[in-house]
């Protein structure tokens, strides 16, 4: 009997150590994984507020009594007006080498700067921009962006990004333990008052992203007209220079704290931040674009994809145009421009002028050496002053920095360890035709030729439809050609050349040019190129921009090619809209309408088209030129859509003078590249 009380006594005190041990084991790791506090910034005196992206102190104020749903989701203290956020990032590095004991041999820990994603299977989660639905004038507030299993901030909206159900769709790359996403923070009407506009924050494959908070109030002037402004706040995700997401909310901003007070205003004091329960007092406008009926799959985008040289993302926010400008190689930077509506005149003033120019023009001798000589002064001169008033200064120095620690636009820095070749251009309101800009230096010095001539320029609509990102290959393996045969004034004289060019080019064959046949066109693309030679117009009916190609016996517009698609084709064609207007799209409540958006959401790999009425001599020529210096691209290695297209603009308009050269704009990937399937020389 004693011996069987030793014994049970015996068995609970190894228990009892054990219990011990393991408490003692889990609060180790629990103190790994926890944040730990910082110390609290004390108040600063109150100084004027910074520029985007800079820092600024700390100003005085009364600690905010409102606490964030995802603060208390991630473990951390609320951030208070008046003090430092107290996260602290989670230390991968310090818990991969405290967990190398129980890692399997053949598992290999990536450690990628500071922060994460796991594996090689898609990552989903809810993106949340978190703030109050309402600030007023003199209010400083606290704005969190963060990625999370369970959706925090509803309010929050994907632009553009690959998505599922409301989630953000992110590929992990295999073997990669986890990855850094830059959030670039921008809210017209608002200022930031501390910290800067950039932050990082970590994606893991299980649970939340870390933080990134913003500290904001509404600018001096935001509701100087009216006593309440709408506005967004727009979260850009970036990936090592790389474009991945656009996240906005809606904020009004009121003139006083006394509107806070009254309703529908009340509601921005109740206890949690973000209003994770309660519906925003402001919804964003409803997009309206034409509904897919056959919707077909997102192209599968690599995470690995080449970074543009130079990204440009365009927002439009009530009558301000929102841009910013990222690059690998630079911090991100971020404009407004005034009045989009009056640019987006001004420009097409300027086109029709420069459709104007082009009529009599020849490609064999130019037009008369006068009109000739005008027209060149013209265009030159739009360039110019496109550059001089409309560029922002943040684009002007960054373009400069970019140009100036480049090798091949500064061979004589050492230092210059990489080549400015590409821009990337995302556009929810394409009003800018950055193609066109003439740069020059600030004393107005070292004046350049137009940046579509010397630079790989691309063009991707910034909307919810189709791929995040543009695809950069593209394998040829057959080709099409629609050239209607026009009657009487209609008739095309140079359309005949350049069918007779395309058809001599491996892999191309002609189709007919009536409705039945283009509609059994969109049903069943080519994997390859599809090319239109023809006449296009753009007409507004009752105030709504309609665009289509003219066919022999109809037209086609963009919704009746879009509803003929298929969900089942695997066919990701580059197109070539060779007519009048057709290259253009224009800004229709928050969208863009136009070919490029609706075969690019089809699963087209690009798009290239004219901006305003071509002359038909030198579209020939653009056309032939283009296809010339492709082929023999793909003859090699590969032939990259977006540099061919700049040569062949550069060729023609050397040699003609002809505005035509330069309407034409890409849409795609500036390193997309287009290899025949064969391996055979595609002529």
Known sequence: MKRSVAIAVAVLVVLALAFVSMSFFVHTRQDAYEPHPQTPTPPAAEAAPPQMGQEAPAPEATPSQVKSASAEKHGQSTPQIGERTKYKPYDFEADAQSSASSTSPNTKVLLIGEITIVGDESIERYPNIEAP????????????????????????????????????????????????????????????????????????????????????????????????????????????????ARLSRPLTIVASMAQLASPPYAASLQAELPAATAAASVQPAAATSTAVLTPKPALRIDPDLEPPDLTIVENRVGNTLRVVFFSPHAAPVEADISDPDALHAWIEAHYAQMATHARGFAVENGAQQDSAQRAADFVNGFGSELYDRIAPQAFKTLFWKLMDNSYNHSPENRHATWSFENIQVLSDDPAIPWELMRPARADGSGRLGFLGLHFSIARWPLGTRGAARPPQSLTVSR????????????????????????????????????????????????????????????????????????????????????????????????????????????????????????????????YIGALWPVNDATAEAVATSFYQQLSKGISGSGANVAEVLAKARADVFSRTGDPTALAYVFYGDPNLIVTNATGHPAE
């Open 479 to 606: 080709s099409a050609i629609i050239a209607p045969v026009y009657r009487g004034a209609q008739r095309l004289a140079s359309a005949g050349d350049e069918l007779t060019t395309l058809k001599t080019m491996q892999g191309f064959t002609q189709v007919a040019g009536d409705y039945a046949a283009v509609r059994n066109l969109a049903m069943n693309p080519p994997q390859g190129i599809v090319h239109f030679a023809g006449h296009g117009a753009v007409t507004d009916e009752g105030g709504v921009p309609q665009f289509a190609i003219l066919l022999e016996d109809s037209q086609m517009d963009p919704a009746t090619w879009q509803s003929l698609e298929s969900a089942a084709t695997a066919a990701h064609p580059l197109f070539f809209f060779n007519a009048c207007d057709v290259g253009e799209s224009r800004r229709f409540l928050n969208d863009v309408d136009g070919w490029a958006p609706v075969l690019l959401a089809g699963g087209a790999s690009g």
């Open 133 to 244: 639905d309402t600030v007023a004038v003199g209010q400083e507030i606290a704005v969190q962006v963060s990625l999370t299993t369970e959706q925090l901030a509803p309010e929050t909206k994907i632009i553009s990004g690959a998505q599922h159900d409301g989630k953000l769709q992110l590929e992990g790359i295999p073997g990669e333990d986890h990855f850094t996403l830059t959030v670039n923070l921008t809210a017209p009407g608002m200022q930031f008052t501390r910290g800067g506009n950039t932050a990082n924050i970590t994606v893991t494959r299980e649970g939340d992203s870390t933080l990134a908070v913003f500290y904001l109030r509404p600018a001096a002037t935001a509701v100087a007209a009216e006593p309440r402004r709408e506005t967004r706040i727009l979260a850009t995700l970036i990936r090592d220079g790389a474009f991945v």
